[in-house]
């Protein structure tokens, strides 16, 4: 491990996170590869979680970039009545560790979002997994995989929580 590589890789989630927080949707997108997958598998059972997004169900799956930029055009026009008001959040990172598999970086990190709405607090926490491609403007998010532990979802579940 390359403690350089593994302080920017944090810095990059960092700013992922920041521009989430900040609604900065244009910046947040420009974070992900036009190809980019985005997935929340669903809980098969206690312990085991669906694998393959094509065969079986998620909570959210996105094949590319577009699934996100969707969601934000929808959050943007006022066509998403359940991101209105959009909630303050607070994502959180922490634990970040990865791998390098040639030009890929594999990257592991627990997480928590903190989000008020509607005078109501609300807490999603899991882990996540990034592979990350690096090129000359820095880390783009080529694959995330966000594993939400405390799925039982009372209100509204969105991207902008994990």
Same mark, same amino acid.
Request: charged fraction near 25%.
């Given at each position: 491990?390359?403690?350089?590589? /593994?302080?920017?890789?944090? =810095? ?8 989430? #927080? ?6 947040? &997108? +420009?974070?992900? $590869? ?7 598998? =669903? ?8 694998? #393959?997004? $094509? ?9 590319? *970039?577009?699934?996100?930029?969707? *969601? ?15 909630? *303050? ?22 997480? +928590?979002?903190?989000?008020? *709405?509607?005078? =109501? ?15 000359? /403007? ?10 939400? &532990?405390? #799925?039982?979802? #009372? ?8």
């Amino acid at each position: 491990m390359d403690y350089q590589t /593994q302080l920017e890789i944090e =810095q990059f989630l960092y700013q992922v996170s920041e521009a989430c #927080d900040n609604q900065d949707w244009d910046l947040y &997108l +420009s974070f992900f $590869t036009d190809e980019s997958i985005f997935h929340i598998p =669903q809980w098969k059972s206690e312990h085991e979680y669906t694998k #393959d997004p $094509t065969k079986e169900m998620s909570l959210m799956y996105y094949g590319n *970039r577009g699934g996100l930029e969707d *969601r934000v055009f929808r959050i943007r026009t006022g066509k998403s009545a359940a991101s209105t008001p959009m909630p *303050r959040t607070v994502h959180n990172i922490n634990n970040v560790r990865y791998q390098q598999e040639g030009d890929l970086f594999k990257v592991n990190v627990n997480w +928590s979002t903190n989000y008020y *709405r509607f005078g =109501q607090t609300g807490l999603f926490f899991g882990y996540a997994y990034y592979d990350l491609v690096k090129g000359d /403007q820095g880390f783009k998010i080529a694959y995330k995989q966000v594993i939400l &532990l405390n #799925d039982k979802i #009372d209100s509204v579940l969105d991207f902008y929580h994990v």
